[in-house]
């Protein structure tokens, strides 16, 4: 529970000190009735939860659809949703774990958390999103190892 209370508080502070971000009172308003809804309401934390587990199921499936690049190897660490990870870190944020075979010599891995404010999307937007993630991560590792094109 105090761990949605810190990512709400996260959100407000992150949104007051984005540079880019026009900082409406109205906004950061709605966030922090939203927090104290939370604190007041703890029901409604378990059925977010159980909301944003769905979310993330229909996430899952999408991605695994989206990928066809045999070189990539994902491995989920989404408690009570999908943990494929035998060392699955459940202490923070959910994550995706891209592991990728660079020219079939070694193996490169990187990890991309799902923050909070991720949730926030529809299951399709946080899809394209990973996806965009791991094609970069590809991209990254592949001119390193063949050197820029």
């Given at each position: 529970?105090?761990?949605?209370?810190?990512?709400?508080?996260?959100?407000?502070?992150?949104?007051?000190?984005?540079?880019?971000?026009?900082?409406?009172i109205k906004e950061v308003k709605e966030k922090l009735e939203n927090l104290l809804s939370l604190v007041n309401n703890p029901e409604k934390t378990e059925i977010e939860k159980q909301e944003n587990n769905k979310k993330?199921?229909?996430?899952?499936?999408?991605?695994?659809?989206?990928?066809?690049?045999?070189?990539?190897?994902?491995?989920?660490?989404?408690?009570?949703?999908?943990?494929?990870?035998?060392?699955?870190?459940?202490?923070?944020?959910?994550?995706?774990?891209?592991?990728?075979?660079?020219?079939?010599?070694?193996?490169?891995?990187?990890?991309?958390?799902?923050?909070?404010?991720?949730?926030?999307?529809?299951?399709?937007?946080?899809?394209?999103?990973?996806?965009?993630?791991?094609?970069?991560?590809?991209?990254?590792?592949?001119?390193?190892?063949?050197?820029?094109?």
């Open positions: 529970m105090e761990k949605v209370y810190k990512d709400k508080l996260e959100d407000i502070v992150a949104l007051l000190n984005d540079p880019d971000e026009t900082v409406l993330l199921e229909k996430v899952i499936e999408l991605v695994h659809n989206a990928m066809a690049n045999p070189d990539i190897e994902l491995e989920y660490c989404i408690p009570e949703v999908a943990t494929t990870s035998e060392t699955c870190d459940v202490s923070g944020d959910p994550y995706i774990e891209m592991k990728y075979a660079a020219g079939g010599t070694h193996v490169m891995k990187q990890k991309l958390p799902l923050k909070q404010h991720y949730l926030n999307k529809t299951p399709e937007d946080i899809s394209n999103l990973v996806t965009f993630y791991i094609e970069q991560f590809i991209e990254e590792i592949d001119s390193v190892e063949n050197g820029a094109q």
